[in-house]
């Protein structure tokens, strides 16, 4: 299973980004689907995650700003993120928890993506 994440970037304050994630390979089914993001010196924090069944948590810190989504069909995941500040810069992380086939096995596991800039200037 492979994620393929785009959509990081250079903004300023009070603007906006969307982030894509796209999962590929032999998958059976995707259950969780989310971001990550890890500034530097800090610990890899969750943002947002929506599950299969549409339910969706996030930060306190881009409550009302950040909005997670799906495409189902397209194994793809999306955080639209509004009114940026720039402690929001980081690396983001998809990351999503599906069952693929493994040979003549189902296997349930986690995978993340490779991580893309954003960057929000003052």
């Known amino acids: 299973v492979q994620l393929q994440a785009s959509g990081g970037g250079l903004v300023q304050a009070g603007g906006s980004l969307r982030l894509s994630c796209a999962a590929s390979?032999?998958?059976?089914?995707?259950?969780?689907m989310g971001w990550y993001r890890q500034a530097p010196g800090k610990q890899r924090e969750l943002v947002a995650r929506?599950?299969?069944?549409?339910?969706?948590d996030y930060a306190d810190s881009v409550k009302g700003r950040f909005t997670i989504s799906r495409d189902n069909a397209k194994n793809t995941v999306f955080l639209q993120m509004n009114s940026l500040k720039p402690e929001d810069t980081a690396v983001y992380f998809c990351?999503?928890?599906?069952?693929?086939?493994?040979?003549?096995?189902?296997?349930?596991?986690?995978?993340w993506g490779q991580g893309t800039l954003v960057t929000v200037s003052s």
């Open positions: 990351h999503v928890v599906c069952t693929y086939y493994g040979g003549s096995a189902l296997i349930r596991d986690d995978f």
């Open positions: 390979g032999s998958i059976f089914s995707i259950d969780a």
């Open positions: 929506i599950t299969s069944g549409g339910r969706k």
